[in-house]
């Protein structure tokens, strides 16, 4: 299994439909995960964070699922400005006490009017 | 106000040329990152420094060097350019090291340097 992995879309919905994206991950020790947002020729910019088994802020849920080793993002009553590349990060130990972010290749999503 | 901050945004150059690439942040933290994009748009680590200390050196040819006048500051010196360094770079700091539990631990990325080597 590779470090990160993610269905690469492209995702096309219409407006206000729900729509949910899975990463898995190999690590089994990992204990956050990430997931980050980018839009077109822009940085990415931190969505959220999953530290236990999930996560919600308004209309976007993050849940992690140990046993199998997947994180998904739930996005509900999509807007056109939810288009963009989302990103599933993943921290892996890499000695000495630090840890490197391993990201995944991005899920695009295109919500079409 | 920007909070991470890198020079200069576009840049093109000739193959066998050097060029460097700065980087500063203004958030006090601790550590910080050079990634590269490629056209792919797959976002891969380079260097992290930790309180101006080397801590994370990937796979990547010698002729990019770092450098980490004070913990600020991160810049990225390239040699010798070839068509395959061409991609995004992209500078992130965090307060501590990225990864574990802490949400201190995210990283805040500058908007990026478009490298274009012909």
């Known amino acids: 299994r590779k470090e990160v992995e993610q269905d690469p879309g492209p995702f096309n919905v219409p407006e206000g439909a729900t729509v949910a994206f899975n990463c898995t991950y190999s690590?089994?020790?990992?204990?956050?995960f990430f997931w980050y947002r980018q839009d077109c020729r822009k940085e990415p910019k931190l969505l959220m964070s999953?530290?236990?088994s999930g996560n919600e802020d308004g209309r976007f849920t993050a849940q992690l699922n140990r046993a199998s080793q997947y994180i998904s993002l739930l996005i509900r009553d999509s807007k056109l400005s939810d288009s963009a590349t989302y990103l599933c990060?993943?921290?892996?130990?890499?000695?000495?006490?630090?840890?490197?972010?391993?990201f995944g290749k991005g899920t695009k999503l295109s919500v079409i009017p | 106000d920007t909070a991470v901050s890198q020079t200069p945004k576009y840049l093109v150059t000739q193959m066998g040329n050097d060029k460097s690439i700065k980087c500063e942040q203004n958030?006090?933290?601790?550590?910080m990152y050079w990634y590269k994009q490629d056209s792919k748009k797959f976002l891969k680590i380079m260097f992290s420094?930790?309180?101006?200390?080397?801590?994370i050196n990937e796979t990547v040819p010698n002729r990019f060097s770092p450098k980490s006048p004070d913990k600020a500051h991160l810049n990225l010196h390239i040699n010798s350019l070839e068509l395959g360094d061409s991609a995004v770079y992209f500078c992130?700091?965090?307060?501590?090291?990225?990864?574990?539990?802490?949400?201190?631990?995210?990283?805040?990325f500058g908007a990026g340097s478009r490298l274009t080597v012909l």
């Open positions: 992130a700091s965090s307060q501590g090291l990225a990864g574990g539990n802490s949400g201190a631990n995210v990283l805040t």
């Open positions: 690590n089994s020790a990992s204990q956050s």
């Open positions: 999953v530290y236990s």
């Open positions: 990060v993943v921290p892996q130990y890499s000695g000495a006490g630090s840890y490197q972010l391993t």
């Open positions: 958030l006090g933290h601790d550590t």
């Open positions: 420094y930790n309180n101006k200390e080397l801590i």
